[in-house]
């Protein structure tokens, strides 16, 4: 589990959370519910390793991968850009 210090939007769950190397370093989870809060500016992510073990689980293993450099903050919201989608609803 990843702590994170950022204000999500639940509708932001399921996103991938990128480490500095633009790998996959987690998915963001939805905020908890029920009595269960989370400071502002606090969200959770399932984190890379527990990402691996459910999609093995599900005969997806993934090779692993070296650690890459440091690419940047412009280069990695190049990289999150072509991530996201974005989705749009009609009246």
Do not use: H, Y
Not at 52 to 77: H, R, V, Y
């Amino acid at each position: 589990m990843l702590r994170l210090a950022l204000a999500a939007d639940a509708s932001e769950a399921g996103g991938a959370v990128l480490d500095s190397t633009g790998a996959v370093a987690g998915l963001l989870l939805p905020p908890p519910g029920g009595a269960r809060l989370l400071p502002p500016g606090v969200a959770l992510a399932a984190d890379a390793a527990r990402l691996d073990g459910f999609l093995a689980a599900a005969g997806l293993a993934q090779p692993p991968t070296a650690p890459g450099p440091d690419l940047g903050p412009e280069n990695l919201q190049r990289i999150a850009a072509g991530l996201a989608v974005k989705v749009g609803c009609w009246d």
